[in-house]
């Protein structure tokens, strides 16, 4: 995969963003930006501040969207209104949800406790949108990734059916508690 972002990001350095040509140091500028995922900041948001977007009057998928990757540990309660896109399939369908969510300012990626697939989510996520959007016209956005992943957020917000749904005690109350 990552060959793969490397041989689109070298193609896309190559040739021009419009009619009017580009700088070799542009060129360069752009190209380590799309390639280099150190380049790329790591931003996170905390639980409490997920929850203040989600309860404020911005719209759901409009105004913000919310990544879970978790794969079968997904059972057991999700963020309300967030859209599953498992891990192990992630890479095949990372051009459907950038195409999905162009127009969407805030992205959220989280798995369980967003230390491995939530974060390697985002970053897939945010070098294939700048690859992306040296083709077409999108909106500015921000990506984050939830601190302490679902894990943290429903130990926290279980009980509130604005940000917590199809929650499952029984599966929480195990390896999961916190």
């Not at 193609?11 to 021009?16: E, M």
């Not at 140091?25 to 380049?39: E, T």
Request: glycine content about 4%; some cysteine.
């Amino acid at each position: 995969m990552f060959s793969l972002l490397r041989r689109t990001a070298i193609k896309h350095f190559y040739s021009p963003i419009s009619s009017k040509s580009i700088s070799p140091q542009a060129r360069l500028n752009r190209y380590q930006s799309i390639s280099n995922p150190v380049a790329m900041s790591t931003k996170y948001i905390e639980p409490d501040e997920l929850a203040a977007i989600m309860k404020s009057d911005k719209v759901p998928k409009k105004d913000y969207f919310i990544i879970d990757v978790r794969d079968d540990d997904y059972v057991g309660g999700n963020i309300k209104g967030s859209h599953n896109s498992p891990s192990y399939r992630f890479l095949s369908k990372v051009d459907e949800l950038v195409e999905q969510t162009k127009n969407v300012p805030v992205i959220v990626f989280h798995c369980a406790l967003s230390q491995v697939r939530g974060p390697k989510a985002a970053r897939i996520y945010s070098q294939t949108r700048a690859i992306q959007r040296n083709q077409n016209e999108n909106v500015e956005h921000e990506v984050f990734i939830l601190r302490g992943g679902f894990s943290d957020f429903q130990a926290k917000f279980k009980d509130d059916p604005d940000l917590v749904e199809n929650w499952d005690k029984e599966v929480w109350a195990s390896e999961w508690a916190v």
